[in-house]
């Protein structure tokens, strides 16, 4: 099957980026890894099971990330003002 067909198709790679859908849908119905293809439908459920257990890690390292973020701009903003404080006190004592 190739990409050119009507049908699906996911790289292994993608499975780990971000996306909130499901990765085993009606329209997803080819799965790529190591450059062979697989359709989802004629896997073991035990590998649908492993493929989704995926897909929710990688929804999981997105929020984290997103989540990091948030603390490190909040880190930034305390240095910041840090600094400012640090400033003004060596202001006053110049005065």
């Known amino acids: 099957m190739s990409k050119k067909q009507n049908k699906s198709y996911v790289k292994a790679t993608e499975i780990l980026e971000d996306s909130t859908e499901p990765i085993v849908t009606s329209e997803m119905e080819t799965l790529n890894i190591n450059g062979s293809d697989y ?30 973020a948030v603390y490190q701009t909040a880190r930034n903003a305390y240095t910041s003002q840090l600094k400012e404080e640090i400033d003004k006190m060596e202001s006053n004592l110049a005065d």
């Open 39 to 68: 359709e989802l439908e004629k896997l073991p459920q035990s590998a649908i099971d492993v493929v989704n257990s995926l897909k929710f890690l990688a929804q999981e390292i997105a929020r984290i990330d997103a989540e990091l």
